[in-house]
């Protein structure tokens, strides 16, 4: 070596192989997509977050509503959709970024399979049982 930056060791010239874990797989058809969901449902949760808090808290006399406030604010027909899409995205986007979390553990393609089935299952099961309590709510006036 005559110390020329061009004349530098192969194992400099390029930078090092990733391993294998940390390479994209194969099996990521769609690399991305869950990030864009998250960052989707992030905003719309930022946005519906804000007017959950307004409307139950800023605006209520004593920062808080009684039973009688809650069921006669859930049946507006205006509120009713706003505090549903609120569930679903709210729950959405928690069980995406928990997802997202299990998913850094270098999963197999089967495992990730798996993962992404139960927390579709799981997010059903909060958007019924929510929007069961919702309508035992509204019958309720």
């Known amino acids: 070596m005559t110390g020329r930056v061009d004349e530098r060791p192969d194992a400099l010239a390029r930078p090092p192989e990733l391993p294998e874990r940390w390479a994209p797989e194969e099996h990521d058809t ?5 990030w864009g969901w998250q960052a989707i449902t992030g905003a719309l949760v930022l946005a519906l977050v804000t007017l959950h808090m307004i409307a139950n808290h ?7 509503r ?3 406030q809650v069921i006669d604010y859930i049946t507006n027909p205006v509120i009713l959709p ?3 899409l609120f569930l679903v995205v709210v729950s959405w986007h928690g069980l995406l970024g928990l997802r997202a979390v299990i998913f850094d553990f270098g999963l197999s393609a089967r495992a990730e399979r798996i993962v992404t089935r139960a927390f579709v299952i799981v997010w059903l099961v909060t958007i019924v049982y929510g929007a069961a309590l919702l309508a035992v709510l509204v019958t309720r006036r």
């Open 66 to 68: 009684d039973y009688q």
């Open 82 to 84: 706003l505090e549903t």
């Open 58 to 64: 800023f605006v209520v006399q004593g920062g808080l």
């Open 30 to 34: 769609l690399p991305g997509v869950g």
